[in-house]
């Protein structure tokens, strides 16, 4: 695997914001991307995951900090002096020209002689496994086709780096996995960087080396998706990474393990994190939904919480329960099918819910 | 028979209706272009294409053919540029009074077209440019750029904005993204522009009769027929200048609808 720290950044976001008008979209944003690595750039729709992308591509301009490309300032080049092609949400192939002539584009921009032009846009479609629908028209492929055609016509060029904005977004289900199993041996492959946009959790988590979240213009946290996934760095990631259940409470006492008091109940909790906490912090206790147990009767841990079932979601093998606290607020759990078997839940039915102490992630400053 | 057919019946009646309320006149005009008597009068002589070769027997009408055709395709040439660049500047640029700046590109239709006409000679002949062929096209490019525009404008609605951006993106400059992206996508809309420019500034007869002095187009010439004789000569001019700008108009739209069912085949 690609190992991040050992190489200088290929691109880095110094400081950088966008403004329009009053609003701002990205906010002193520092970010470096790595020579060859997988990186996601994700997070609800307006936080300035794609704003990001294409001040990258030179289609926006920064309107504070600095964006270097190998360590050269490159706000005021124009998009078309960068070799940062970008594979578009809505692919923009030109329908007007065929598929070896969509990808024969950035080579004709480039002056490159005709011949040349064919036989490197003709490696390209072989690589991409769609050589033999060169002379089709846009319009006769499918959606899955199309996205080969917009990656080959991207990577033409060879270029260094390749952003990503939402490609997959179009496709149905299956084509999504498949494409993104393609997309990650591609950049292995080529061990070129890729800078990928998604909102989508799966996408991010299934090929990226690193992913990066955002929330209003702000980086909420980096870092592998298994670190994002267990050790949310604040309530937003928490509720948007996974399904995690949130718990608001203080620290009752921290001799010598963390006693946490919250409004359905106190808990205790393994110094897992790198945060040292005091008696009277407020913090988050986050317990992911896959790691909590169930049972009809009070398993008289120290960590359990009553629960009132209120619905069901059925995926497959796992199932994800809605239920509800004594203060009122939600509890979700994920626990596998069969184990569900033999317990009669319906509306109103008490159960109760019960983790490990190691289990609960903590976040400083607890909201309230 | 029920009530849901007879009402289809009624209809399809009232449809037959208004077409040959549209269509009488112009259909009875050809029919005394190839009819032997001198008047329109019922029962019909014999088919005849004497007024045909008469028409064409006149050196004048000759000539007006060939300034219509000069005039209605530099009027086309320009009006569909006109067009075209109104139309980008509309798709790719926001500023202030944009409004005023489209509905001052699209104001010349609404005008009269005596009012139009007057207004043209006057200016024209005060800067010394009336009575020419010039003085027309210039006259009908000013009439027809709204029109090209409007086809063109339609057209950039359906582009998808990332297509121009993509271009950049791999190196096409501004000018190179427009002629490479911008104007193939608007091939179809252009060349129905041009074809529908062209039929307008064929048959316009208003602002011609004012600005055209002795370089008659065919509209005016033939009101001088009209005023001279009334034999079905009038008829044949009038049979032929229809069917030219039916095949224009009906050429602009067929390159339109193919373009849309290209449309429709390429929509996701």
Redesign the interface.
Same mark, same amino acid.
């Given at each position: 695997m690609n190992e991040p720290s050992a190489t200088r950044p290929l691109v880095s976001f110094d400081g950088v914001s966008k403004r329009y008008g009053s609003v701002v979209a990205v906010h002193t944003m520092n970010l470096e991307i790595y020579e060859g690595e997988f990186l996601a750039l994700m997070g609800p729709s307006g936080c300035g995951k794609t704003t990001s992308l294409r001040m990258l $591509?030179?289609?926006e301009e920064p309107s504070e900090g600095e964006i270097r490309l190998e360590g050269r300032r490159i706000n005021e080049i #124009? #998009?078309?002096e960068r070799d940062?092609?970008?594979v578009?949400? #809505?692919l $923009?192939l !030109?329908? !007007?020209?065929n598929v070896q002539k969509n990808v024969e !584009?950035?080579l004709?921009?480039?002056a490159i002689p005709a011949e040349e032009r064919q036989q490197r846009a003709r490696k390209w479609l072989e690589r991409m496994e769609i050589l033999e629908l060169a002379d089709r028209d846009?319009?006769q492929l499918s959606?899955g086709q199309r996205q080969r055609v917009a990656l080959a016509? #991207?990577l033409v060029?060879e270029p260094r780096i390749l952003l990503l904005d939402e490609p997959l977004s *179009?496709l149905d289900a299956n084509l999504v996995v498949r494409m993104q199993g393609v997309l990650a041996r591609l950049q292995k492959e080529l061990g070129i960087t890729f800078v990928y946009v998604t909102h989508s959790q799966s996408e991010a988590f299934a090929m990226s080396d690193r992913v990066v979240i955002m929330s209003q213009g702000r980086i909420e946290q980096i870092g592998s998706p298994k670190a994002i996934y267990r050790s949310p760095a604040s309530r937003f990631v928490a509720d948007f990474v996974g399904a995690n259940n949130i718990l608001t409470g203080s620290v009752s006492d921290s001799t010598e393990r963390l006693e946490i008091r919250t409004a359905v109940g106190e808990f205790s909790c393994a110094r897992n994190t790198d945060v040292s906490f005091n008696r009277g912090d407020t913090l988050d206790m986050v317990i992911s939904a896959d790691l909590v147990q169930i049972s009809m009767e009070n398993p008289n841990v120290q960590n359990s919480l009553r629960c009132r079932f209120i619905s069901e979601e059925f995926v497959g093998s796992i199932v994800t329960i809605f239920a509800e606290l004594d203060d009122g607020s939600d509890f979700k759990v994920q626990t596998r099918q069969r184990d569900l078997a033999n317990m009669a839940l319906e509306e109103g039915t008490v159960f109760f819910a019960s983790w490990n102490d190691a289990d609960a992630h903590l976040i400083d400053g607890g909201s309230t | 028979m029920s009530a849901r057919s007879e009402k289809s019946l009624l209809l399809r009646g009232y449809v037959v209706l208004v077409f040959l309320f549209v269509f009488t006149p112009i259909l009875t005009s050809f029919v005394f272009s190839v009819n032997s008597d001198r008047f329109p009068t019922i029962p019909l002589g014999h088919f005849t294409t004497h007024w045909y070769e008469t028409i064409f027997a006149d050196p004048d009408v000759w000539d007006a053919f060939r300034i219509s055709a000069i005039v209605s395709i530099s009027v086309a040439v320009l009006a569909t540029f006109i067009g075209f660049c109104t139309a980008y500047t509309d798709y790719r640029y926001n500023f202030t009074g944009k409004a005023l700046y489209l509905s001052l590109a699209l104001l010349p239709p609404t005008i009269p077209l005596v009012i139009m006409g007057l207004a043209m000679l006057a200016l024209l002949a005060r800067i010394n440019m009336s009575g020419e062929i010039y003085s027309i096209v210039v006259s009908h490019v000013v009439l027809c750029s709204p029109f090209a525009m409007a086809v063109i404008r339609m057209r950039l609605a359906q582009i998808?904005p990332?297509?121009e951006? $993509? *271009?950049?993106?791999?190196? $096409?400059?501004n000018w190179?993204a427009m002629r490479?992206?911008i104007v193939? !996508?608007c091939?179809p809309a252009i060349a129905s522009a041009f074809c529908l420019t062209a039929a307008v500034s064929f048959d316009e007869f208003a602002v011609a009769w004012f600005v055209s002095g002795l370089n008659k187009t065919v509209p005016v010439i033939i009101l001088e027929i009209l005023q001279g004789n009334t034999d079905p000569q009038i008829n044949a001019i009038g049979s032929i200048v229809f069917i030219t700008s039916m095949t224009l108009v009906i050429l602009a739209q067929l390159i339109l609808m193919r373009k849309t069912i290209?449309q429709t085949?390429?929509g996701?």
């Open positions: $591509a030179g289609l #124009s #998009s078309i940062t092609p970008m578009w949400q #809505s $923009a !030109f329908p !007007f020209l !584009f950035g004709k921009m480039r846009i319009s959606g016509r #991207s060029t *179009a | 998808d990332d297509l951006s $993509a *271009a950049w993106n791999l190196g $096409a400059s190179r490479e992206v193939p !996508f091939g290209d085949a390429t996701i």
